[in-house]
């Protein structure tokens, strides 16, 4: 099976599954539990923080975050576009009373620096109370420059907000830029990423920060329903994760690259975009044809409408990258398509 839907969809390999057998645990709850504390501590150590906390998702690291960030009746500032607002279900909003401000996102995945001094609100009681600006890197696979974390880190200062950086695929940035995760987390008060998607653990993320934050996100985490008991046995895997998964990234980005190419190349395809592990393409008239041919070929991808997003992973390997683009050229082109 190749999917190619989500780096969500990776396994974990047998040697991570021996390390979570093997793991040693404890109740996390009572703090007992030394494989989550290990896995924490790491993740604080990798991103340069004081800090980390083991969750159960990104949902429940961004939403944790945000509640530590914010009181009821404040507001967060955030892409239009950003996953912390619009594919959280609102979860802010709902069990924090916290309030989403969007702001434009533009195409590179940057926010709009000057819509947000137009949104930011003065201190007068007929406004919530502008408190936390929430960046995403990446953004659709695509890679922010620091140099934009710095000037949100400055309109962050200017107006006194926090600063959460919702990295999920953050690692993706770090091996796409060359630098190390800390140089990306640097300027961000939290920073939430994601263990189960390129980096192959089955299941989890790390939210990471001062400790003051980290301790209120914890109290946050247990009323979310988040607090693990024997949990070592899912941290063992992202302890794993992150000792072997994170350099092995830029073989994803080739593959993505090589598979954007190779699509580019024939008739009736255009690819829309193409950053660190995702390939966006528009297949044209024949992409249910394609998408049909694919799943008999155990292939599996998501079309929305003629559009697909192609994610490369840790469970893509070369030889997947041609018979994908194999099954492309056998079942695209639109020229003799009808003959
Ligand atoms: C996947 C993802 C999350 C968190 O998702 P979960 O499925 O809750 O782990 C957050 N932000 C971004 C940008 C993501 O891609």
């Given at each position: 099976m190749i999917d190619l839907r989500s780096d969500t969809v990776t396994r974990p390999c047998s040697a991570m599954r021996a390390t979570m057998a093997e793991a040693e645990v404890g109740d996390d709850v009572w703090g007992d539990d030394p494989t989550v504390s290990r896995l924490e501590d790491k993740a604080a150590e990798l991103l340069g923080k004081e800090a980390g906390l083991y969750v159960p998702s990104g949902t429940q690291s961004n939403l944790s975050a945000i509640l530590a960030h914010c009181q009821r009746g404040d507001e967060y500032i955030v892409g239009d576009n950003a996953h912390t607002y619009?594919?959280?279900?609102?979860g802010a909003a709902v069990l924090g009373s916290v309030q989403p401000q969007p702001v434009r996102m533009l195409a590179s995945g940057e926010l709009d620096l000057d819509h947000i001094s137009q949104v930011i609100k003065p201190d007068d009681n007929h406004f919530a109370r502008s408190r936390l600006l929430c960046i995403e890197n990446t953004h659709d696979g695509k890679v922010l420059p620091l140099d934009f974390h710095h000037r949100a880190r400055k309109m962050a200062d200017d107006h006194s907000l926090g600063l959460h950086l919702d990295g999920a695929r953050l690692w993706n940035a770090a091996v796409a830029l060359a630098v190390t995760p800390a140089e990306v987390a640097a300027v961000f008060d939290t920073v939430s990423v994601c263990l189960?998607?390129?980096?192959?653990?089955p299941v989890g993320s790390v939210l990471v920060g001062s400790q003051d934050l980290v301790d209120d996100a914890r109290r946050w985490r247990k009323m979310l329903g988040?607090?693990?008991?024997?949990?070592g046995i899912i941290a063992a895997a992202g302890i794993y994760a992150l000792d072997n998964n994170i350099g092995r990234m830029a073989d994803d980005h080739d593959r993505a690259a090589r598979l954007a190419d190779g699509l580019q190349a024939i008739d009736g395809v255009t690819v829309t975009g193409r950053s660190t592990n995702m390939v966006f393409v528009d297949l044209g008239p024949n992409a249910e044809t394609m998408a049909e041919h694919a799943a008999k070929s155990d292939i599996l991808i998501a079309l929305s409408g003629t559009t697909t997003r192609l994610v490369t992973h840790l469970d893509v390997a070369d030889d997947d990258v041609n018979q994908v683009l194999d099954l492309a050229a056998r079942t695209l082109p639109t020229a003799g398509a009808s003959s």
């Open positions: 619009k594919y959280e279900a609102g189960s998607k390129g980096l192959g653990a988040g607090g693990m008991r024997q949990a």
